[in-house]
Structure formats: C-alpha cells, structure tokens
C-alpha cells in the first residue's frame, strides 16, 4: 500500500510519499520565508497554493510512481493557522475528486510523535516534542497520547524566532540564533519551570532587554537563551523519565534540529543511564511523509473532517 501525505499546517507545503511498511519513496517541501517578518498569514496561504502542483510533480517523480498508485491521501487536518489549514484542505479535496481518492485529516502533532518513532523502531519512549507551537513532554498510554508537562505561554520555536525578529535575523531563526550561540559566553537569564510545565515569555522579555541596552553582544545573548531554554526542557524531559520508568527519550519536531540542544538532552539521558534518540533534520520539521504515515496508522479510524486548527495530540 502506498498513502500520499500532504503537509500544510504552518509555513511549510510538503508531500511524501510512504508505503505501508514505512519506507520513504519521496519526501519534497518548500517552505514560506521571510527576510525581517514572521509569518504573515495570507502569504503562506498564496505561497502554498502556488507550489503545489509543482511539489506534487516532484514528489511522484522522485517516488516512480504515479496516482494509480496511491491507496488514500492523507493531510494534515490540524492544528495550524487557518489560511494554511484551508488552502491545503481546498488542495487535497481537488486532488482527491479528480483521481477518485479517499482523504484521511490527521493531527500534524502526532505524525512528529510516529514518525520519530517509526524511523527510531522504538515502542515506548518519552516524546519531547518542541516545534514552532508546540513544547510538550508526552507518552503513550493505551494508544492515547497523554501530555505529561508542556509550555505555559510560547513554543521554544516561536521564542527563538521572536527573539530572532528582535535580532533582525529573518524567519526562521532557530538555525541562525544556533549559529550566533556557537561563538557566544553565558549571560544568567531567567529560568522558569514550574512542575512539569515550562514558561519562555520572562526569558524572551529579559533578552529583549538585555538588546536595547547594547550591553551584550548578539552571539552571548543568542548562546545564553539557548542554554536556558533548552536546559529548562532537559529538566521536564528527565522529570518524566524518572518518573515513568522508561528508559528511552525522543526529541521530535523542527527544534530537534539543533545540535546543541541534542547534545544535553543526550548527556542528560546518559547520566541516568537512558537513552536518547533524534530524527534526521529532514523528518524533524514539518513534511510530508509524517502525515502519510501517521495516515496510514489510523487508517481505519473513520474521520469526517474538514480541519480542526486547535487539535491537540491528547485530543485524538
Ligand atoms: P508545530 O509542529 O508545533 O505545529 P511548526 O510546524 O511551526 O510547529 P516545525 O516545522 O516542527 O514547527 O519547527 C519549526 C521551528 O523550528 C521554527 O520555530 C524554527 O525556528 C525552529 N528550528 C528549525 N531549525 C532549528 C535549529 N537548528 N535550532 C533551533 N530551532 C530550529
Ligand atoms: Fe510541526
């Protein structure tokens, strides 16, 4: 069986294409960027609808294979910006009536959670899922997911580019601010985690301070927010190994891209004798072949759907 996925939650426009035993015949995006911005809605929108075809082209080129080929189409159905969610939804239901498919919505924070660990084989680990939106601390329980701890306010990825606009440093900023931090010192910056919850807003206005002051340089300011960041993250991540008993840690979503912050959560793991594990950059941001497969995972759940922007993955 080979299931079509169709990314479009947030600024990325991905299609994969993945087979039932979880192989990857193609996984093609592009992705909405902004020289000072954020993301501005309606350009993301305009932005998808006018790579669409041409990623889909690419996609069935790289995979050989071809619409007879595909059982269903999966797309990610939430949670997202509404102008995004809509123009994929209005994108797959044209391909859908056109080449007779069936369309299956699925929740775009779950498909991070099975594809990391589908490509890891693992059966039990913590997910620590930082993305743009989301920073969560989640296990599986009885096929629910159940969110342990998560961000009071912002999402690590959000913070980053936020403090990346302060900078002037464009969207997104998460590998920019990781490459500023790689020749900077530590400043203290306030540490905010409460239970198992976390909180980034105190430290992104204590940043933006520390930026209009002119005190310290770009390179200290980006090394120190990641510090604390992800130092705040590595705590909530261990609190839920020790207290679950597992021994395995997934760091899933467009955050795990930082080598940085892989580096102490596997140091983290190390030390209590768990182990760590991360997706290839290419599966850790947004894309396609994880709504395929996470498609394919609830492919007997009927689902009539049209998008759903505030769904949780403790919702499914
Ligand atoms: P969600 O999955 O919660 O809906 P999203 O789809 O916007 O959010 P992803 O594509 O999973 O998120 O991740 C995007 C985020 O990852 C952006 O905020 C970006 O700045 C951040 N990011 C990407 N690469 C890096 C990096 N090397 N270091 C830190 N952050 C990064
Ligand atoms: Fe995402």
């Known amino acids: ?17 993945v087979t039932d035993k979880g192989k990857i015949l193609a996984n093609v995006k592009d992705s909405y960027t902004s020289k000072d911005a954020g993301m501005i809605p309606h350009e993301i929108a305009e ?59 699925v929740n775009h924070c779950c498909a991070h959670l099975s594809i990391g660990k589908m490509w890891n084989k693992l059966k039990d680990p913590v997910y620590l899922y930082v993305s743009g939106v989301n920073t969560q601390v989640i296990i599986q329980e009885k096929n629910k997911y159940l969110v342990l701890g998560e961000t009071l306010d912002i999402g690590l990825g959000n913070m980053l580019d936020k403090f990346g606009r302060i900078l002037g440093l464009g969207f997104p900023s998460g590998p920019k601010i990781e490459e500023l931090a790689k020749k900077g010192k530590y400043i203290e910056l306030p540490y905010a985690v409460k239970g198992m919850d976390v909180s980034f807003s105190g430290l992104l206005t204590k940043a933006q301070q520390l930026v209009e002051r002119k005190k310290s340089s770009k390179e200290d300011l980006c090394f120190s927010l990641q510090e604390t960041a992800f130092a705040m993250c590595a705590e909530v991540a261990e609190r839920a190994l020790a207290h679950t008993g597992k021994k395995e840690l997934l760091l899933v979503g467009g955050v795990g891209a930082n080598k940085r912050f892989c580096e102490m959560l596997d140091l983290m793991c190390r030390e209590r004798n768990a182990k760590f594990y991360k997706v290839p950059v290419d599966l850790a941001g947004d894309q396609g072949a994880m709504i395929a497969w996470e498609g394919f995972l609830r492919k007997d759940e009927v689902r009539e759907m049209t998008i759903n922007p505030h769904w949780r993955a403790d919702e499914v």
């Open 47 to 105: 932005h998808h609808e006018k790579v669409a075809e041409m990623i889909l082209k690419e996609a069935f080129k790289t995979a050989k294979v071809k619409w007879e080929d595909i059982e269903f189409i999966a797309y990610s159905a939430g949670p997202g910006l509404d102008p995004a969610l809509w123009k994929g939804y209005h994108i797959v239901t044209k391909w859908a009536k056109e080449h007779r498919k069936k369309l299956a919505g």
């Open 1 to 17: 069986m080979i299931i079509l996925g169709v990314e479009s939650t947030a600024h990325t426009f991905g299609i994969g294409i």
